[in-house]
């Protein structure tokens, strides 16, 4: 299936790793131009100082390593950015359009999701990185996805906003600023519909990759590991390809009549009845 994305001009936020990665590769396999950005400017271990610790807690890759990695897929770019940091974030967006000519997708990645303490300081890094670089993202964006409408958003949920299953590590904060965002997202989705802009969420079950947080797990808490491995009825845990592959077609012409939704990809792992 073409999905109709040739040429057109992506920014995914925390792409340096993982499934968000995964998702720029993904648009520049379609012939999108993507931009990214993470944290740090180059190769990192992970540290203490880090918010973010579980989430990365064997580093992995800063900008410059995975620009150079995925300008062998098309056209990338790529910056340091704190995606706590409201102005970071719409300046990184304004700037990408200036790179890229406009922007015609938006998908918003950025979560502090591990290793954060049950304070208010914990509070304050999941409502700044989960919560309000989503509302930078778009806000910054809008003027560039109304003008190329039909145009997307797309919001990377969790199924720890919806599922009763608090994963280790991860704390009250995460699933419920990702809860919040999905809130928004439908709200987004409702008042923008009509300028020809669609706005979904797609949330994840467990994704493994080499050098993740379940990579991790698996290495230090195998228990924990293997009982949630055992939920999976097809024994495995998902792949940031499979995620990919959904946030592609939800943000392609193809997905034109899909708005407001919250797309759940994770292999049978929640038992809720959706609908």
């Known amino acids: 299936m073409d999905l109709q994305l040739k040429g057109k001009k992506v920014v995914v936020s925390a792409a340096t790793r993982g499934v968000a990665r995964a998702i720029a590769a993904r648009f520049l396999d379609e012939g999108c131009i993507v931009s990214i950005c993470g944290r740090r400017a180059r190769r990192s271990d992970g540290n203490a100082a880090d918010p973010v610790i579980l989430s990365n807690p064997l580093g992995g890759d800063g900008v410059e390593e995975a620009v150079a990695e995925l300008k062998n897929h098309g056209?990338?770019?790529?910056?340091?950015?704190?995606?706590?940091?409201?102005?970071?974030?719409?300046?990184?967006?304004?700037?990408?359009?200036a790179q890229m000519g406009g922007i015609d997708i938006v998908v918003s990645c950025a979560s502090a999701l591990g290793g954060i303490p049950r304070s208010p300081k914990g509070w304050d890094i999941s409502y700044n990185i989960d919560l309000r670089s989503s509302v930078a993202m778009f806000d910054a964006a809008y003027p560039y996805l109304k003008a190329a409408a039909p145009s997307a958003f797309i919001q990377m949920g969790t199924i720890t906003a919806f599922e009763n299953h608090t994963?280790?590590?991860?704390?009250?904060?995460?699933?419920?600023?990702?809860?919040?965002?999905?809130?928004?997202?439908?709200?987004?989705?409702?008042e923008f519909m009509g300028e020809g802009i669609r706005c979904n969420c797609v949330s994840p079950g467990p994704i493994y990759l080499k050098g993740g947080s379940w990579d991790y797990l698996e290495k230090e808490m195998p228990d924990y590991f293997a009982s949630n491995l055992a939920r999976q009825p097809a024994g495995r845990f998902g792949r940031p390809d499979e995620i990919a592959d959904v946030v592609s077609f939800l943000a392609s012409p193809r997905a034109s009549w899909i708005t407001g939704e919250n797309i759940c990809v994770d292999g049978g792992f929640t038992r809720n009845t959706k609908y």
């Open 75 to 97: 056209p990338a770019f790529g910056s340091v950015v704190n995606c706590g940091d409201f102005d970071q974030v719409t300046n990184w967006v304004k700037h990408s359009a």
């Open 167 to 190: 994963f280790v590590g991860s704390g009250f904060s995460y699933g419920a600023m990702k809860a919040a965002v999905i809130n928004y997202v439908h709200q987004l989705a409702l």
